[in-house]
């Protein structure tokens, strides 16, 4: 079963389940939101910080206990998290994920270290979620609030992904659902519970301020655990400050174009500002011939 659709008037929880959130970013995303219409509520954890370490949102156990609320509470349709950082794997096996499931699917929202709630919900929930630049975002531009909102507005559309960069590293076109999200996260996982796999799947993969060899490093496990095994498709979004574009990509090309699937670089996701919002979980068309993702909910 599918989240429904997000509507004016509904209220949706702002959560912090990774990093803290300055206090002129937590206005900055309760304004977006507001501005949509919707009535949104701050749980303790977006004001927190961690007593010990810094680039925490809370202790472990207050943000877990602010997931599990925010999912449980029969007022709030959707549940959006308002940055990333660093911490999501850490309260992860503290949420009451009975009690989550029970609940039912959730429109949810969020991207970069949130990846790890991706997958966590994706198998325990196998519903479809949201990877979108978050409103207390410094990238959170008008492009991708519209992009985000269209997605939780009308999430049942067929919608045609498409960055202004996008272009064609391999041809042919792919069907599947959607997985990936951040790679670094993507890595981490590995050996988890939340640890997925690509098969017969449309791999969307990204990250940020990573050096080429880590990158390097990351795909390589990936690819010798086999989780890129039976990989239907790649879309490949940015790769802000992660040095020189021309390096990475035929670093990309040298370690996933062996696989032989379509593959597209730069289609528009990502860490930058006018990122576009993605589903995880959802079935899509990539034809990379057009180096363009189509979204068939």
């Known amino acids: 079963m599918s989240p429904r659709a997000v509507r004016p008037g509904d209220a949706v929880a702002l959560v912090a389940p990774s990093g803290p959130v300055s206090g002129d970013l937590v206005d900055q995303a309760v304004g977006a939101l507001t501005a949509w219409g919707l009535r949104v509520e701050v749980f303790d954890?977006?004001?927190?910080?961690?007593p010990r370490y810094p680039y925490l949102a809370g202790t472990d156990e207050q943000r877990a206990a602010d997931f599990t609320r925010a999912w449980t509470r029969e007022d709030i349709a959707a549940v959006v998290a308002a940055r990333g950082g660093y911490g999501a794997q850490r309260m992860i096996d503290l949420v009451d994920w009975d009690a989550v499931r029970a609940a039912g699917p959730k429109p949810f929202a969020g991207s970069?270290?949130?990846?790890?709630?991706?997958?966590?919900?994706?198998?325990?929930?196998?519903?479809?979620?949201?990877?979108?630049?978050?409103?207390?975002?410094?990238?959170?531009?008008?492009?991708?609030?519209?992009?985000?909102?269209?997605?939780?507005?009308?999430?049942?559309?067929?919608?045609?992904i498409r960055g202004p960069a996008a272009r064609t590293l391999v041809g042919g076109t792919a069907t599947g659902r959607t997985v990936g999200g951040n790679l670094s996260l993507l890595?981490?996982?590995?050996?988890?519970?939340?640890?997925?796999?690509?098969?017969?799947?449309?791999?969307?993969?990204?990250?940020?301020?990573?050096?080429?060899?880590?990158?390097?490093?990351?795909?390589?496990?990936?690819?010798?655990?086999?989780?890129?095994?039976?990989?239907?498709?790649?879309?490949?979004?940015?790769?802000?400050?992660?040095?020189d574009q021309a390096e990475l990509e035929a670093l990309l090309m040298e370690?996933?174009?062996?696989?032989?699937?379509?593959?597209?670089?730069?289609?528009?996701?990502g860490h930058h500002t006018g990122a576009l919002t993605l589903p995880l979980g959802a079935q899509a068309r990539l034809d990379a011939d057009s180096a363009r993702l189509v979204i068939n909910p």
């Not at 979108?132 to 049942?156: G, I, K, N, Q």
């Open 45 to 50: 954890s977006v004001r927190a910080r961690h």
């Open 112 to 160: 970069s270290d949130i990846t790890a709630l991706h997958a966590a919900l994706a198998r325990r929930l196998g519903a479809p979620t949201v990877f979108a630049t978050m409103p207390a975002s410094t990238h959170f531009d008008a492009v991708a609030a519209e992009s985000l909102r269209e997605a939780l507005f009308h999430p049942d559309a067929t919608r045609t």
């Open 187 to 243: 890595a981490a996982s590995a050996g988890t519970p939340e640890q997925q796999h690509a098969a017969g799947a449309v791999a969307l993969l990204e990250d940020v301020g990573e050096d080429l060899y880590r990158i390097d490093r990351m795909l390589t496990q990936l690819v010798r655990s086999g989780w890129f095994d039976d990989v239907a498709g790649i879309a490949l979004g940015s790769w802000s400050d992660c040095g």
């Open 255 to 269: 370690r996933l174009g062996p696989l032989d699937v379509p593959m597209v670089w730069e289609l528009g996701f």
